[in-house]
C-alpha cells in the first residue's frame, strides 16, 4: 500500500538519537538549540519555542491571551479538533466561520459578521499549506484589536507572499507529527510574533518557572512564578527533528513532485474532480494533495477504489460543529454551507515523502484506470 509520509533521514536521526542515549545527555540542549535555530533560518522568526506537540503550541496561545469563559475565538469548523480544543480548555467558545470554495480556508468576508464584544482571537488555519488571506485578517484583526492566531500545523517550508506561514500572525504553530512533511515523532513548535507576549511564553513553557531567565543568567536561581506546564519538546524527539530539518529543502522538494504529477494527471480529464486552487502569492510544501468529487457517494467509491489499487486515499477533517462535542462547546453565526459541502466531497491521495519508493508509471496507470471507460462510477 503506497502510504503517506515515508520519511527519509532515518540514519542520520538514529545516529544522532543514540549518542544521545549512550551519554545520557537527555537534558542536553544540543538539539532542541540546534533545530530551533534551524526554524529561525528557514521562517525568518526569531522566537520559536520547541513544543511537544502543535496541539500544545496551541493550547499555549489561549493561556498567553489569559482567555476565560465567555471569551470568543473566531475559527473555520474545518479543521483538526486541537484548533478548536485549545481554546475551550480555558473555558472560551470557538465560534464558526464558512470556508472559501477555492482554498478550504477561512472566509474573510465572513469574520467581520462573527466579531461580538466578547470575541478575542481568530485562528486562520492554512489548509494543505496554502495561505489564508492574511493581509485581509491581519487588517480585520487590528481594526477589531483581536489577536491573531495561524494554525500552521502543515506549514513547515510554505509561504504567502514570499513570508513563511505561521509568521504573519500574534502567534504561529507548526506541528512535527509523524503525518505532517518532516517530524520528530511527536512535536510542534510557537512562533511568536508579538514580543509583548515573548516573556511569559517561556515561563508557560517551563512549567510556570523562570528556568529559562536562569538558564540565560537572568536569574540565579528557577522558581515557581505563574502557571504552565510541561509543553518543551524533549532533546530525544529534537534530535529527529534535526535530522528532518537538514533536509528539509529536498523533503519540500520530492513532495512537490508528487503533488504536480497529480496535478497533471487530473488537471486535463473528465472525470469530474476540483483540484485544488492555489492563489497567487501562495507556495505551499506538497503536503495534501485532494480531489473533490461531484458527490459524497462518489468520493466514497473513489476512496474504496484507491484502496484496491494499492493507494491509501483518505476524506480529511470532518466539520467540527457537526461532532458530538462541536454542539456543544461552539457557536456558529451562520449557516456553514461550504465547509458541510467540501468535506464531504474530498479525498486525499497518499504523498510519500521518499519519491524513488514509488512507481509512477504504475500509480498513474492506476489512477487512469479509475475513469468511467472502466465502468467505476467516479
Ligand atoms: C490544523 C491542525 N491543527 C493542529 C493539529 C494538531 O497537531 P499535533 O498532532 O502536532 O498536536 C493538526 C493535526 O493534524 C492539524 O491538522
Partial sequence: MIANNIHTT?????????????????????????????????????????????????????????????????????????????????GATPVFVDIREDTLNIDEKLVEAAITENTKAIVAVHYAAIACDMLKLKKIAKKYGLALIEDAAQCIDSYYHGQHLGTFGDFGTLSFHYTKNITSGFGGALIINNDKYLEKSKIFWQKGTNREAFLGGQADKYTWVDVGSSYMMSELNAALLFAELEDVKNITQKRLEVWNQYFDAFKNTQYGFRLPIVPDGCKHNGHIFYLLASSAYKKNQLIQQFKKRGLDAKFHYQPLHLSEKGIVFSKTNSNLMITEKLANLLVRLPIPGNISSINFADLLRNVYELTPATGIPI
Avoid at 549518542?19 to 522566537?47: C, H, M, P, V
Avoid at 469563559?69 to 483538526?80: H, L
Wanted: hydrophobic share 40%.
Fill in 10 to 90: 532515518e540514519e542520520k536521526a538514529i545516529d544522532y538519537i543514540s549518542n544521545l542515549i549512550k551519554n545520557r545527555d537527555y537534558d542536553s540542549l544540543f538539539y532542541t538549540d540546534g533545530a530551533t535555530e534551524k526554524l529561525r533560518n528557514l521562517t525568518n522568526a526569531q522566537n520559536i519555542l520547541l513544543t511537544s506537540s502543535c496541539t500544545h503550541a496551541l493550547e499555549m496561545t489561549a493561556l498567553l491571551l489569559d482567555l476565560k469563559q465567555g471569551d470568543e475565538v473566531i475559527m473555520p469548523s474545518f479543521t483538526f479538533v486541537s484548533t478548536a480544543n485549545a481554546y475551550v480548555l480555558r
